[in-house]
C-alpha cells in the first residue's frame, strides 16, 4: 500500500501541511527539529491512534490551535491510501477538552476517527494504513525492558489483525481487574471465603484470550525467525544465525495450540493461586512474557556489541515488513526516521537496496545528505522541511 | 476560551450555588448547568416551585421496595403488590430502570429482583455491595420456580450473572439467562461479528 496524500492541520509544529510522497522512496531532510519527526509521527499515529512518542494527545496539538479564538482546540490527521484491495480515506481529529471537561471526565482529550467519512472506533482504524517505524530509540529493543519488545510484538500484530487488538485490549482489562480483586485480598480489605468461586469468571475470560494472544504472538515469532536470517546475515555478513527465542511465563512443552496453551495457563494459575494472592497481583501470562536474541547462543541483549544490537534492531524491522506483507499480500509503509546515519557503510548500503523495492513505499529522515550517495539521491523524492513546511526538491 | 470558574466569583451567591449543584449531576457540566440556572432564573415563580418540590417528593416519599429493591412508594413497589402476578419467576435486573425495560416488552408478568450494580472490581464493587444474599433469602420464602438473569450483555454483567449462577445452583430451581442476538427490523449484513456469533451459538429449532 501507498500514501497518496497526507494532511495535516494544528499537529505538532505544522499549522497546515499537505503531503504528496511517491509510491517509492521520499528523502525528507531538514535540521533538528524541522519536524522530520513529526511527519513519520502522524503517519504512524494513523496506523495505530498511538503516538510513537508520548501517550499524551494533548502535546499533539499546535500551540497556535490553543491561541485561537476557535473553541476547542484540535489536531487534524488525514490521508488518503491506495491499498492493493482498493483507495481509503482515514481521518484523526485530536480535540483538548476544556479545563472544566477535563476535571469531569479525567481525560485531556478526545478523538473523533472516520473511515472512509464514516465515524468509527479507534480500534476500527487500526491495521487499516500498516506503517513500521524505526527510530535510534529502537535500540532499546534489543538492550531495553521486556515492555518494549511486548509492545514490539502487539503493535505488529494489532496492525495484521483485528482480532488481536480487540482482544489483547480485552486482555489487559481483565488483567487489571483480576489485580483489583487480588490487591483487595493481599490488603485484607475483603474475606478470603470465596476466593476460587469469584475468580473462576475472571480467570475462565483471561485464559481465554491470553491464550489467543500468546499463540499469534508464538506463530508470529517463528515467521520473523524465518524471514529474519537471511536478513541479519545479509546486513553483517555473520556467519553464525540470529535466533529469536520466545520466553513465555510458564511452560507449555512446544505445544503452540492455542487449546493445549489454555489449558497451561489454566493448571500455572492454579499452581500459583496463594503466590499471587500474596503479591496481589497477576503472575502469569502473556503481560510478563519477553524475546531474546541470540547468535550462536550469546544473549545479544545482556552481551552482543551496540554494532550488533543496532543490526539486530534492523533486521526486526525490515522482517517485520516481509511479515507484514507476507501475511496482508500488501507492503506496509516504511518509516525510518534518522537511523540511516547512525548505520556503519556496510548496512547503510544494504538498507538502501532493500527499500528500493518497486511496491514499497518508504520515508526516510535525515539531517545530512552527505549520508546518501548520488546514485541515491537520483532515484529518490526530495523533500526539504523548513520549520513545519514542507517543499519539494 | 472564558471559563466559568472564573466568573463565579462575578455571580451572586444563590445563582454561583444552583450551577454548582447542578454540574454535580451526571451527563451535566458547568456550561449546561449554567444554561439551566439562568432558564430557571427567567421560568416562572410556580414552574420553579414545582421542580423543587418534585425533586423533594422524590426523597421524601420513594424508598426501595423491601422485598425486590425497586422504586417504591410504600414497603412494597406497584409490582411485587400486585397478587396477580406470577409469582414463580424473578427476572434479575441491574438497575430500577431495567424492570422498566423489561415491562415495555408487555410479555413477562412475573416478578423482579434489582441487584442495583454490577460486580466491577475495577470500581471494587463486589458481590457484597449488591442485593444477591436478599435474593438468596427471598428463594427460601417464595415459591420461585425460575430465575431469568437479566444482567446486561457486557463483561461485568457476565461477571455478575456467572456469580448468581453458583450461587442459584444447589437450589434445584430453573436458571436462565436473557438470550443475545440481533434486533428485530435489522440486516445481518450490518450486525456487528460478536452479536451475529452469539446469535449463531444461541440458535434454536423452529420446527
Same mark, same amino acid.
Given at each position: 500500500m501507498h500514501i497518496l496524500n497526507l494532511s495535516l492541520r494544528h499537529f505538532r509544529n505544522y499549522e497546515q501541511l499537505e503531503f504528496t510522497p511517491g509510491p517509492g522512496v521520499s528523502l525528507i531532510y531538514g535540521n533538528n527539529a524541522s519536524g522530520k519527526t513529526s511527519l513519520l509521527e502522524a503517519l504512524f499515529y494513523l496506523a495505530t491512534t498511538r503516538s510513537p512518542r508520548t501517550t499524551?494527545?494533548?502535546?499533539?496539538?499546535?500551540w497556535h490551535a490553543r491561541e485561537e479564538?476557535?473553541?476547542?482546540p484540535f489536531a487534524r490527521i488525514a490521508a488518503d491510501v491506495q491499498q492493493v484491495s482498493g483507495y481509503i480515506k482515514i481521518e484523526v481529529l485530536i480535540q483538548l477538552r476544556s479545563q472544566e471537561q477535563h476535571e469531569n471526565s479525567g481525560g485531556g482529550s478526545q478523538k473523533l476517527v472516520r473511515l472512509n467519512q464514516r465515524v468509527v472506533r479507534a480500534?476500527?482504524? &487500526?491495521?487499516q494504513l500498516r506503517v513500521v517505524l524505526f527510530t535510534p530509540d529502537d535500540l532499546t529493543l534489543v538492550d531495553g525492558a521486556p515492555s518494549n519488545r511486548r509492545r514490539y510484538l502487539d503493535m505488529t500484530l494489532s496492525q495484521l489483525d483485528p482480532h488481536y487488538v480487540r482482544t489483547l485490549s480485552r486482555y489487559n482489562k481483565l488483567v487489571q481487574t483480576r489485580n483489583a480483586m487480588l490487591r483487595a485480598w493481599r490488603e485484607r480489605?475483603?474475606?478470603?471465603?470465596s476466593v476460587d468461586e469469584e475468580l473462576a469468571y475472571w480467570d475462565d475470560e483471561m485464559i481465554t484470550a491470553g491464550g489467543y494472544v500468546l499463540a499469534e504472538r508464538l506463530q508470529a515469532v517463528a515467521d520473523v525467525n524465518t524471514l529474519i536470517k537471511p536478513i541479519f546475515q545479509a546486513n553483517t555478513g555473520e556467519a553464525q544465525e540470529l535466533h529469536i527465542a520466545y520466553r513465555p511465563s510458564?511452560?507449555?512443552?512446544?505445544?503452540?495450540?492455542a487449546h493445549h496453551l489454555v489449558e497451561q495457563f489454566r493448571q500455572t494459575l492454579q499452581q500459583r493461586r496463594s503466590e499471587e494472592l500474596k503479591r496481589g497481583?497477576?503472575?502469569?501470562?502473556?503481560?510478563r512474557d519477553d524475546l531474546l536474541f541470540t547468535v550462536g547462543n550469546v544473549d545479544l541483549g545482556r552481551y552482543g556489541s551496540r554494532g550488533q544490537q543496532r543490526s539486530v534492531a534492523l533486521a526486526l524491522k525490515l522482517a517485520e515488513v516481509e511479515l507484514m506483507r507476507m501475511r496482508s499480500g500488501d507492503a506496509p509503509i516504511l518509516l525510518l526516521d534518522d537511523v540511516l546515519s547512525e548505520l556503519d557503510l556496510q548496512r547503510r548500503k544494504y538498507t538502501l537496496e532493500a527499500i528500493r523495492h518497486p511496491h514499497q513505499q518508504t520515508i526516510v529522515s535525515s539531517t545530512?545528505?552527505?549520508?546518501?550517495d548520488g546514485d541515491f539521491l537520483s532515484a529518490v523524492d526530495r523533500w526539504r522541511v523548513e520549520q513545519g513546511r514542507v517543499y519539494r526538491g | 476560551m472564558a471559563s466559568v470558574r472564573p466568573l463565579q466569583q462575578l455571580l451572586i451567591e444563590p445563582v454561583a450555588t444552583l450551577i454548582e449543584e447542578l454540574s454535580?449531576?451526571?451527563? &451535566?457540566?458547568p456550561k449546561t448547568a449554567s444554561r439551566l440556572t439562568f432558564h430557571l432564573l427567567r421560568s416562572s415563580e410556580t414552574q420553579s416551585q414545582a421542580l423543587a418540590q418534585a425533586i423533594i417528593n422524590v426523597k421524601d416519599q420513594v424508598t426501595w421496595c423491601?422485598?425486590?429493591?425497586? &422504586?417504591?412508594?410504600?414497603?412494597?413497589c406497584p409490582i411485587c403488590a400486585?397478587?396477580?402476578?406470577?409469582?414463580s419467576r424473578i427476572v434479575v435486573v441491574e438497575e430500577p430502570l431495567d424492570v422498566l425495560a423489561v415491562e415495555r416488552t408487555e410479555v413477562y408478568r412475573g416478578l423482579y429482583h434489582v441487584l442495583h450494580g454490577h460486580i466491577a472490581p475495577l470500581e471494587? &464493587?463486589?458481590?457484597?455491595?449488591?442485593?444477591i444474599a436478599e435474593l438468596l433469602q427471598r428463594l427460601q420464602t417464595e415459591p420461585v420456580e425460575e430465575v431469568i438473569l437479566a444482567t446486561n450483555p457486557n463483561t461485568e454483567g457476565e461477571a455478575t450473572a456467572y456469580l448468581l449462577l453458583k450461587d442459584l445452583a444447589p437450589w434445584g430451581i430453573r436458571v436462565t439467562r436473557l438470550a443475545r442476538g440481533l434486533p428485530t427490523g435489522g440486516d445481518l449484513e450490518w450486525a456487528d461479528a460478536e452479536t451475529l456469533g452469539s446469535a449463531l451459538q444461541g440458535r434454536r429449532e423452529i420446527a
Open positions: 499524551n494527545d494533548r502535546e499533539l496539538v499546535n479564538a476557535v473553541a476547542p480500534l476500527d482504524l &487500526i491495521g480489605r475483603r474475606t478470603l471465603r510458564f511452560d507449555f512443552a512446544g505445544m503452540t495450540e497481583q497477576t503472575l502469569v501470562g502473556p503481560q545530512d545528505l552527505g549520508t546518501f | 454535580r449531576l451526571p451527563g &451535566i457540566g423491601t422485598r425486590c429493591f425497586n &422504586i417504591a412508594m410504600s414497603d412494597l400486585d397478587s396477580t402476578r406470577d409469582q471494587g &464493587i463486589y458481590r457484597e455491595h449488591l442485593r
